[in-house]
């Protein structure tokens, strides 16, 4: 709920207010309900505070307390408050009204540096421990807040974003080339597979599930939180399950509804939304207040080219969705005259680096923008729910039939799957196969096996040898993932934090331009935890993938949606269509760019000049998944960028 920022001098020099001016000034770009600092002598903290939730309505932040001597400044939501209140004794009378940063700092009175383990929540939070003059401060386990920092000497300086911190003289704008070949060489959204870095070189960033602690000798990082495959559940029954989930999840859409404001939620015709939609409509019902959804829909004139199993315009599901859940405001965005080329000096802006969810950037920002007019609070979405509350893919864990011999459930499973899918079930053997056993995928190659065409220069990929640097963190040199096991690659997106970043980073930045924060109870720790905890036999049975939360919205979502299992919502397949009045534009500079050796000492100049080929002949909507039109893309917002530090 705020933007901080902080300085602290260990020589014992006092602050310069030149300096902290600076900071504090270029916050000023946010919109804030309180602008407050603290300082003495050596220390200076600073919050650009938005007031979100109920208890943050005139909160003082920084907050001084006097007899603990202890300072902090927080940008944090917390979850689990009536957790806290127990563990830290908080009194009854005070438990509606104790600030969040005041929980956090009790928790840190209480545990020390063990603080953020008993923490569930979006946070990001600098305490100074005046006793022992030590600086200490965490991120939430998945990063859902950024906090930056630049350490020099006996001068640290750390802020919500990164700008202001270039602000300060001694801090240099220079490009790190180490981030730059990681965002070049890998081809998923993924940024950096080094989580502590950022593309300028001087400015570090704290990662998601660390802790940090300054002080005159060191600066200490070190991780808090390991998220693993938890011990298996074994509950009695299927309707166990179900009922442990609704319970864990319930309780996570509850605490994000925290807001003295409208709460929002993102809505597609899918499973992910429409679960959070639904409990969370439930819950406000209760409280005899209506959900706000956004959904994002194609421009009146755009012409569905994509197959029949596929549907970029979902609004036949989601009416189903809001007819059945009652309780609801529904919005339908088209953004009209938004395009992903139009918004990228925006965007970078915004994100203070490069990006690679173009196609679907203009929306994402039109949804915070929408929220803001309508007195959002809090917008919920289902960002994580693949991976947590409606995982289970079908043919994978059939795979394991197969490979454990268990023919006899196998053709069951593929029997109702194919009723539920269409199509005969022995034609999916051989695929299933090559899930199975991935050595027949290089005997017999899948049609569809594809690879992103490089960005990055090889000369420039070889002086900073990051193949090898990738390779240690399992991806290959087509930039993704060596392993097809999805099992593998799911215990991956929760072990490795580079996964996290890009995502959070947006959140971030957007929530604070809007000053409104977007919440992702599919990302609840309490969720994830459980969902890791859960059998995989409990995820894909009778024929359902993503059976778990199918069979857990019953009541909830239509059946149409819910059991849904032929047609799949594709956002941004648009993106090319909305790009027709810019095309001749969009070339010219993508054809500058080719030429432009000070950018192709980073970039693959015969790939761009190869994708050129066919973008020359006019834009073709039908491209928009073609990975030559994505390239030249990503090597446009990258050429942007690069070009700030020429």
């Given at each position: ?33 309180a ?14 505070s ?30 689990n ?23 956090i ?8 540096e ?18 022992i ?112 989930f ?39 019902s ?66 203070e680096?490069?990006?690679k ?13 929408k ?54 079930r ?33 000369d ?8 090898n ?45 809007y ?38 919205t019953?009541?909830?979502?239509p ?62 909507p ?25």
């Amino acid at each position: 709920m705020s933007a901080i920022t902080g300085l602290i001098h260990f020589n014992n020099q006092p602050v310069d207010n030149l300096h902290y001016n600076k900071l504090m000034k270029a916050l000023e770009c946010f919109p804030a309900d309180a602008t407050l600092t603290w300082q003495d002598e050596n220390v200076f903290l600073g919050c650009l505070s938005q007031w979100i939730t109920p208890e943050s309505i005139g909160e003082l932040l920084p907050y001084y307390d006097s007899n603990r001597q202890l300072a902090i400044t927080a940008d944090a939501i917390i979850d689990n408050r009536s957790e806290l209140f127990e563990r830290l004794q908080i009194k009854q009378a005070d438990q509606n009204v104790i600030t969040d940063s005041e929980l956090i700092l009790n928790a840190y009175q209480k545990w020390g540096e063990d603080a953020p383990k008993y923490l569930i929540g979006d946070f990001a939070f600098m305490i100074w421990d005046e006793k022992i003059q030590r600086l200490f401060g965490a991120r939430d386990f998945s990063g859902g807040r950024t906090l930056y920092y630049n350490h020099q000497g006996q001068r640290f300086a750390f802020c919500t974003t990164i700008e202001p911190l270039l602000t300060l003289p001694y801090i240099q704008k220079q490009l790190n080339e180490e981030w730059l070949a990681d965002f070049l060489a890998i081809s998923s959204v993924i940024d950096a597979v080094d989580v502590s870095i950022t593309p300028y070189k001087n400015i570090a960033q704290l990662p998601p599930s660390h802790i940090i602690s300054v002080d005159r000798e060191k600066v200490i990082v070190k991780r808090y939180c390991t998220l693993t495959s938890e011990e298996q559940l074994k509950f009695k029954s299927n309707d166990e399950y179900v009922e442990a989930f609704q319970e864990v999840f319930n309780n996570a859409i509850k605490s994000r509804l925290r807001t003295n404001r409208y709460v929002a939620s993102h809505l597609s015709g899918g499973l992910d939304s429409g679960a959070v939609v639904s409990f969370a409509a439930k819950q406000l019902s209760t409280q005899n207040k209506l959900l706000h959804t956004f959904s994002y829909i194609p421009p009146s004139d755009f012409k569905d080219y994509t197959p029949k199993y596929l549907m970029p315009d979902e609004r036949p599901f989601i009416h189903s969705t809001v007819q059945h859940i009652g309780g609801i405001k529904d919005h339908y965005l088209d953004f009209e005259g938004s395009n992903s080329f139009s918004e990228i000096n925006n965007f970078l802006e915004i994100m203070e680096m490069p990006y690679k969810f173009f196609e679907n950037s203009f929306w994402l920002k039109g949804m915070f923008e929408k929220a803001q007019s309508e007195g959002v609070g809090v917008l919920l979405n289902g960002g994580r729910g693949n991976l947590s509350i409606s995982w289970g893919s079908a043919l994978d864990y059939y795979a394991i039939l197969l490979k454990k011999l268990k023919w006899i459930q196998l053709f069951k499973e593929l029997h109702q799957y194919s009723r539920n899918v269409g199509g005969p079930r022995l034609r999916r053997i051989p695929g299933i196969a090559r899930i199975a056993f991935p050595f027949l995928g290089q005997v017999f190659p899948s049609s569809s096996q594809y690879s992103f065409p490089a960005l990055i220069s090889q000369d420039f990929a070889k002086r900073t040898n990051i193949y090898n640097k990738l390779r240690e963190h399992g991806i290959g040199q087509t930039g993704w993932f060596v392993t097809t096991n999805i099992y593998k690659q799911r215990k991956s997106h929760f072990e490795d934090l580079f996964h996290w970043n890009a995502t959070n980073t947006l959140a971030t930045k957007l929530s604070l331009r809007y000053s409104l924060w977007k919440r992702d109870p599919t990302n609840d720790l309490r969720v994830i935890r459980f969902c890791l905890s859960v059998p995989e036999e409990q995820y894909v049975q009778n024929g359902l993938d993503r059976s778990l939360i199918r069979r857990s919205t019953v009541r909830f979502l239509p059946d149409d949606v819910r059991l849904n299992q032929r047609i799949k919502g594709v956002q941004g397949a648009d993106w090319v269509h909305r790009m027709i009045p810019y095309w001749d534009l969009f070339i010219e500079e993508v054809q500058q760019l080719s030429k432009d050796d000070r950018v192709l000492e980073y970039l693959d100049g015969q790939s761009i000049k190869n994708a050129l080929v066919k973008a020359k002949d006019g834009p073709q909507p039908e491209y928009a998944t073609d990975n030559d039109y994505r390239l030249l893309m990503r090597s446009l917002i990258v050429s942007r960028f690069i070009k700030k530090f020429i």
